[in-house]
């Protein structure tokens, strides 16, 4: 079974600063991993989507990072806002199941 | 866009009550899932749905059960709720599971109180 580890599990950073989220998964046999956003009580929004065959993508201010074989991927914000404090989540794919970790829950201090 | 919507936001029930939580998509896919997510614990699978009347147990089944009728509509059963089933439920959708551009979408959520 896939298990997935998100480190750190909280981060408080001033407004401003770059910041990197990190994700390992054990499985390497993976489709695509996904990075999601989750405010307080709502539901998930999908931030990126890095394809297996893929080592980046980039969405404004958000670049995530995959490296399959090491089982790793990281999420870089950059230029932080308050706005952006949120849970996030990453999700690798590794076949008809998406497996979570527990998150990284970010707080950007005005 | 892709829409899942979910039944009800917050719900309280009563323990040994029956609980339907229904979820729609809008977007013909193929797979539909529901988690858990409790704190500390993050998203657990309970059961998933690759097709009308299909269904697959996942991490946590115990006390659920779940129904597809229509493509469109995947419900979670609590057949008699216990308090330890109080927790926060996610519906998904993706399209068919595989692939390199496959995605989840997610509904707003139920917030569940079994007191």
């Known amino acids: 079974k896939q298990e997935v580890t998100q480190i750190p599990a909280a981060l408080s950073v001033p407004e401003g600063e770059n910041l990197v989220l990190n994700c390992s998964f054990t499985?390497?046999?993976?489709?695509?991993l996904q990075w999601f956003r989750q405010d307080p009580g709502k539901g998930l929004t999908s931030l990126l989507l890095?394809?297996?065959?893929?080592r980046e993508q980039t969405s404004g201010r958000l670049n995530a990072s995959l490296d399959k074989s090491s089982g790793r991927s990281t999420l870089y914000i950059a230029a932080s806002q308050p706005g952006d404090s949120a849970t996030y989540l990453c999700?690798?794919?590794?076949?008809?199941?998406?497996?979570f970790g527990t998150g990284t829950s970010l707080t950007v201090i005005p | 866009d892709v829409k899942v919507t979910q039944s009800s936001r917050y719900l309280v029930k009563r323990t040994g009550e029956k609980v339907f939580l229904e979820c729609v998509q809008d977007?013909?896919?193929?797979?539909m899932f529901w988690y858990r997510q409790d704190p500390g614990l993050g998203l657990r699978l309970i059961y998933f749905?690759?097709?009308?009347?299909?269904?697959e147990k996942g991490d946590i089944p115990e006390g659920y059960s779940v129904s597809r009728e229509k493509k469109e509509r995947f419900s979670l059963i609590l057949e008699s709720a216990s308090t330890n089933q109080t927790s926060m439920y996610l519906c998904?959708?993706?399209?068919?599971?595989?692939?390199?551009?496959?995605?989840?979408?997610f509904g707003p959520g139920t917030r569940l109180l079994v007191l």
């Open positions: 499985d390497s046999a993976i489709y695509n």
């Open positions: 977007m013909d896919h193929e797979n």
């Open positions: 890095i394809q297996s065959s893929q």
């Open positions: 998904a959708s993706s399209l068919y599971g595989w692939g390199e551009m496959e995605t989840q979408y």
């Open positions: 999700a690798p794919n590794t076949g008809n199941q998406f497996y």
């Open positions: 749905s690759y097709d009308v009347k299909m269904k």
